[in-house]
């Protein structure tokens, strides 16, 4: 088993920026890939951004490519999400996930799962 905390969600203005950790706990971290995912309401949870295990891979959705960054520290067994130029439309909750191995970018994939933390993006 995998536990995964999300912290440093908040209320945010639009432009600003929001750093997100996700702590991970149990087998080792260095070993999974991990994610981060969001939801808005009534919308589908959508992925974001994904980093392999070794940190040398990163993936992210066209929506926020070139404004969020994803890295790691498999020393602190954390995971980070740094969101600049923040935009209404990325007001969500944020989770954090988790994938033995490969660095997917599908929900399904991932075996374990933070309990979310919100961000919200006022104009």
């Known amino acids: 088993q995998v536990q995964l905390v999300e912290s440093g969600g908040g209320l945010v203005q639009a432009g600003g920026s929001l750093r997100l950790s996700c702590a991970a706990s149990?087998?080792?971290?260095?070993?999974?890939?991990m994610a981060w995912f969001r939801q808005a309401p009534g919308k589908e949870r959508e992925f974001v951004a994904a980093?392999?295990?070794?940190?040398?891979?990163?993936y992210y959705a066209d929506s926020v490519k070139g404004r969020f960054t994803i890295s790691r520290d498999n020393a602190k067994n954390t995971n980070y999400l740094q969101m600049n130029s923040l935009k209404p439309e990325d007001t969500a909750v944020y989770y954090c996930?988790?994938?033995?191995?490969?660095?997917?970018?599908?929900?399904?994939?991932?075996?374990?799962w933070g309990q979310g933390t919100q961000v919200t993006v006022s104009s």
């Open positions: 996930a988790a994938d033995y191995g490969t660095t997917a970018q599908a929900a399904r994939e991932y075996d374990y």
């Open positions: 149990g087998r080792p971290f260095m070993r999974y890939a």
């Open positions: 980093i392999s295990w070794s940190g040398g891979s990163t």
